[in-house]
């Protein structure tokens, strides 16, 4: 039974922290997305 808990902290950390990336990076594609639009419209 120990292990089992053990094994589910694990993973529940390791979800979080990969859920966090994804936030991330799916912040920096919004912001990237309207540089380029910015960008195109200037020329």
């Not at 808990?5 to 309207?34: M, P, R, Y």
Request: charged share 25%; proline share 0%; net charge negative.
């Amino acid at each position: 039974m120990r292990i089992a808990f053990i094994t589910l902290i694990l993973l529940v950390a390791g979800c979080s922290n990969t859920w966090q990336g994804v936030k991330d990076d799916s912040s920096k594609v919004w912001e990237d997305t309207k540089q380029a639009i910015h960008e195109a419209t200037e020329d």
